[in-house]
């Protein structure tokens, strides 16, 4: 897993801990909270839905955890 992807991760599951799962953010809140470029993030994004760690919305505006990925970014089993 890439730092992009790690960072990534730990956003989400931070918003999981403090919202509640999923852990649901704005696409644009994701490329402005982290300290990337916005195609590394979005790379980053593509890859862990690719990988079934995080999922979208159906207009691809909102991005979320899902269980699996929130065990990966916290090491924490269901």
């Not at 593509?46 to 955890?65: I, P, Y």
């Amino acid at each position: 897993m890439t730092e992009e992807e790690q960072l990534l991760l730990a956003l989400l599951a931070k918003e999981w801990d403090l919202k509640g799962p999923p852990g649901v953010l704005d696409v644009s809140e994701v490329i402005a909270a982290l300290p990337l470029a916005p195609s590394d993030t979005l790379a980053a994004l593509k890859q862990l839905f690719e990988d079934g760690l995080a999922d979208m919305n159906s207009l691809r505006t909102s991005v979320f955890l899902t269980p699996e990925g929130y065990e990966a970014a916290t090491g924490a089993a269901d």
